[in-house]
């Protein structure tokens, strides 16, 4: 079993669409959560940490369920510029960085 | 504008060759990775340091890969003999101590 997992997608959404990414981890230790995108032969780029209370950045929400241990993405009325890869990554406290295989978002007119 | 960078962008190489990757981790970043992807595999993380020490290189394939900070401003993954099964993605990411990385553009392996 990996460590971080995540659905691979395709998400194939149009434009306007309400989407939500979730990733499961297995070590219940994990400090600290984040999540990427990462566009077509590029590098990924941090999009939002993850914090237990919730966080919000304009159409993005990211979420923590240390319970269940999962964190989800939501994405509010979706662009076009939104289509990428969304990849999850999970530390633990020694700072050990994992991703998740990442969920392919593509939006459509 | 403060980036990771990596040197070479892209490398073709024969099996059985040496290949050698650098990465310039963002100044005053303590804590550098090596990660591989794939399309079967995504992100693999191969090792990490901080403050030049190795923490983890259990991911790393001990027998022909090697990785070392010869100072703070420089980490090497280097593969001996490298196969055709290496060819990937090689991302070096940086960050201050246990907050989120930046990662740098990327090497762009194929092994012939």
């Known amino acids: 079993r990996k460590e971080v997992e995540q659905d691979p997608g395709p998400f194939n959404v149009p434009e306007g669409a309400t989407v939500a990414f979730n990733c499961t981890y297995s070590n219940s230790a994990s400090q600290s959560f984040f999540w990427y995108r990462q566009d077509c032969r590029k590098e990924p780029k941090l999009l939002m940490s993850v914090y237990s209370s919730g966080n919000e950045d304009g159409r993005f929400t990211a979420q923590l369920n240390r319970a269940s241990q999962y964190i989800s993405l939501l994405i509010r009325d979706s662009k076009l510029s939104d289509s990428a890869t969304y990849l999850c990554?999970?530390?633990?406290?020694?700072?050990?960085?994992?991703f998740g295989q990442g969920t392919e978002l593509s939006v459509k007119p | 504008d403060a980036r990771v960078t990596q040197t070479p962008r892209h490398k073709v190489t024969e099996m059985g060759q040496e290949v050698t990757m650098r990465c310039q981790p963002i100044l005053g970043h303590n804590t550098v990775f090596w990660y591989r992807q794939t399309m079967m595999q995504g992100l693999e993380l191969l090792a990490y340091f901080r403050n030049r020490a190795p923490l983890d290189d259990s991911g790393m394939p001990k027998d022909r890969f090697s990785a070392e900070m010869p100072d703070a401003t420089l980490a090497t993954l280097k593969i001996q003999p490298s196969e055709p099964r290496d060819s990937a993605v090689y991302f070096c990411a940086s960050g201050l101590n246990r907050d989120y990385p930046y990662f740098g553009p990327g090497t762009r392996l194929t092994v012939l």
């Open positions: 990554a999970v530390a633990t406290q020694g700072g050990k960085l994992i």
